[in-house]
């Protein structure tokens, strides 16, 4: 069974989780005087939000290679476990 996760945009850079833009957009509107804080865990979220991604990606991919040759020692325990992951990362 394949998996129905977003890769790569065209530019090849992982695509921007919709909680980062809503982020993005708040920090946007406080006041100016809070500007270095607000880049600085702005930088932070983003950084969190690209290694989510990148994990997501990843495990997405081991999800679609187990489904495609089930091995003998993937279990339905394994399977469920993945596939929660999967819907938690919004995967799924």
Same mark, same amino acid.
């Given at each position: 069974?394949?998996?129905?996760? %977003?890769g790569?945009?065209?530019t090849g850079?992982?695509?921007?989780p919709?909680?980062? %833009?809503d982020?993005q ?6 006041e100016?005087?809070?500007?270095? @804080?607000n880049r ?5 979220a ?5 290694e %989510?991604?990148v994990?997501?990606d990843?495990?997405?991919?081991l999800h ?6 089930a ?8 399977? @469920?476990?993945l596939e929660?992951?999967l819907r938690?990362l919004?995967r799924?």
């Amino acid at each position: 069974m394949k998996g129905n996760h %977003r890769g790569p945009s065209a530019t090849g850079h992982p695509r921007q989780p919709r909680e980062l %833009r809503d982020l993005q957009d708040s920090l946007l509107r406080l006041e100016p005087e809070h500007a270095i @804080e607000n880049r600085t865990l702005f930088r932070t979220a983003f950084q969190m939000a690209m290694e %989510r991604t990148v994990a997501a990606d990843a495990l997405a991919e081991l999800h679609d290679l187990l489904e495609c040759y089930a091995p003998a020692w993937y279990t339905l325990e394994q399977h @469920e476990r993945l596939e929660s992951a999967l819907r938690l990362l919004g995967r799924g």
